[in-house]
Structures are given as C-alpha cells and as structure tokens.
C-alpha cells in the first residue's frame, strides 16, 4: 500500500465538499476543515485541454471520494485531491507546536549534510548551517541539483528535508526509501499533512500548516494570493515522540 492510499483510508470520517478554489499558486478545499496545497505550474497545458476532469460539478461530492484526485496523473487534479485529505485531517494540536521549519532545520543541520527536495526561500540560512546542503529540484535553478540526482545524494544525507508537493507529484514513497535509517526526515510545507502515520513510514517532524479561518483562506486563494499572503493559518510542527 502507497503512502497516500494508506492516508486516505485512515480517515474515518467523511464529509461533502462545501467549496473548491484552485488559485495560481494555491489550492484549498473546505469540506471538514479547510485543507491547503500548493497548485502546481501549468508548464505544458494547451489552451481548451481541460486540467480538472468534473470542474465545476466537486462541490456536494463525497470529500472521501474527491481525495482519491490525489491518485491522478495529472497534478492539477492530484493538488485538489491533496487540499480534500488535508480538509479532512484531524490535527492533534496538542502534538503540535508553533515552529517554523527552517528554525527545527537550522537546529538540525548544524555541521551536517542535508538533501533539500524542494527549492524554498530559506536556502540562504541553512547554507550558513549545514556542512553541505543540496537542493533537489525537478526544474533547477542555479546551483540545484536536478531530481535525478536524488538516488545518489539523499543516502548521503544526514538531514533530508522534503516538500509535501512530493505527494502531488507522486514521488514520497520513493523519496523516502532513499533516506537513511538514521537520517533524520522532515516534511515540509503547507501541502504536507499533518499526521501521525507518517511517523511510520520514517518521517521524523511534520511542518504543516494549519487552516484557522477558512473564509479568509479561501478568499486570499481565489485572488492569487501566493502562501505567505494566506490569512486565517498557523504554522505547526509535529515531531514524533
């Protein structure tokens, strides 16, 4: 069983979906709570080829059934899927904290190589951390190592800090089968779900993000707002006992 399809079935409760919004830069879901994932770019679409089969008919449809998009090929639907799992999480928030990735990261790396899956704006400070740091990403930017360097440098990595978007595109179970044993592991981002299970599969630390006032959410998303412009959230961490 899949990382994700083991995710979907423990969930226990279903819900409808209230209400879909896939921005430029953002997806959220309301269903249960209000679920966040980060919309992927359209690199490739054609103009008239429909992105998210049934747009426009989500709404009222069982949220349990509307997760299983998480499954598809195509990312734009597979970022709804992921918005509807994270819209019906129950966070245990007294397992959680207040604490931003890159300060459990910086803590962390000390000394030590990390593998960064996933090009985030705090590069800059773990670099001034971490022995050696390598950025994998799937669209490189300069000084990046491209994702197919992943089977080389994640075994070598002390710390390996991975994005959520790797639920999206299909590729954490991989990913984290590449980790090290003692390696510690952290997911990352607002897509990443907020759950115990992962702790099962090697992750070490969750840093999520939590939906506190969903119509303000919702209302950032649909206007283009990117993720640090999202009102109504916190950002937690959960770290495995």
Same mark, same amino acid.
């Given at each position: 069983?899949?990382?994700?399809?083991?995710?979907?079935?423990?969930?226990?409760?279903?819900?409808?979906?209230?209400?879909?919004?896939?921005?430029?830069?953002?997806?959220?879901?309301?269903?249960?709570?209000?679920?966040?994932?980060?919309?992927?770019?359209? $690199?490739?679409?054609?103009? =008239?080829?429909?992105?998210?089969?049934? #747009?426009?008919? %989500? !709404?009222? *449809?069982?949220?349990?059934?509307?997760?299983?998009?998480?499954?598809?090929?195509?990312?734009?639907?597979?970022?709804?899927?992921?918005?509807?799992?994270?819209?019906?999480?129950?966070?245990?928030?007294?397992?959680?904290?207040?604490?931003?990735?890159?300060?459990?990261?910086?803590?962390?790396?000390?000394?030590?190589?990390?593998?960064?899956?996933?090009?985030?704006?705090?590069?800059?400070?773990?670099?001034?951390?971490?022995?050696?740091?390598?950025?994998?990403? $799937?669209?490189?930017?300069? =000084?990046?190592?491209?994702?197919?360097? #992943?089977?080389? %440098? !994640?075994? *070598?990595?002390?710390?390996?800090?991975?994005?959520?978007?790797?639920?999206?595109?299909?590729?954490?179970?991989?990913?984290?089968?590449?980790?090290?044993?003692?390696?510690?592991?952290?997911?990352?981002?607002?897509?990443?779900?907020?759950?115990?299970?992962?702790?099962?599969?090697?992750?070490?630390?969750?840093?999520?993000?939590?939906?506190?006032?969903?119509?303000?959410?919702?209302?950032?998303?649909?206007?283009?707002?990117?993720?640090?412009?999202?009102?109504?959230?916190?950002?937690?961490?959960?770290?495995?006992?």
């Amino acid at each position: 069983m899949s990382i994700i399809d083991d995710l979907i079935s423990s969930i226990i409760n279903d819900a409808s979906i209230q209400d879909v919004r896939q921005g430029p830069f953002q997806t959220a879901v309301l269903s249960r709570y209000c679920g966040l994932a980060s919309t992927p770019s359209n $690199q490739g679409y054609e103009h =008239g080829t429909a992105m998210v089969t049934g #747009a426009g008919h %989500l !709404i009222g *449809r069982s949220a349990l059934d509307v997760a299983q998009l998480t499954k598809s090929e195509n990312n734009f639907e597979a970022t709804i899927g992921m918005a509807t799992v994270n819209s019906l999480i129950d966070i245990d928030e007294t397992k959680c904290t207040e604490l931003n990735a890159v300060d459990l990261l910086i803590d962390k790396t000390e000394g030590r190589n990390m593998a960064l899956v996933g090009h985030f704006p705090f590069i800059p400070r773990l670099k001034q951390s971490a022995k050696e740091l390598w950025v994998i990403e $799937q669209r490189p930017r300069p =000084g990046d190592h491209d994702a197919s360097e #992943a089977n080389e %440098l !994640i075994p *070598r990595a002390d710390v390996v800090g991975i994005t959520g978007q790797t639920f999206v595109n299909g590729t954490i179970d991989a990913l984290l089968k590449l980790c090290r044993h003692d390696a510690y592991v952290v997911l990352i981002g607002g897509t990443s779900p907020i759950s115990e299970l992962l702790f099962d599969y090697g992750v070490d630390a969750i840093c999520g993000t939590m939906v506190t006032d969903a119509n303000k959410a919702m209302l950032t998303v649909s206007q283009g707002g990117i993720f640090r412009q999202i009102d109504g959230k916190k950002l937690l961490t959960m770290i495995k006992e």
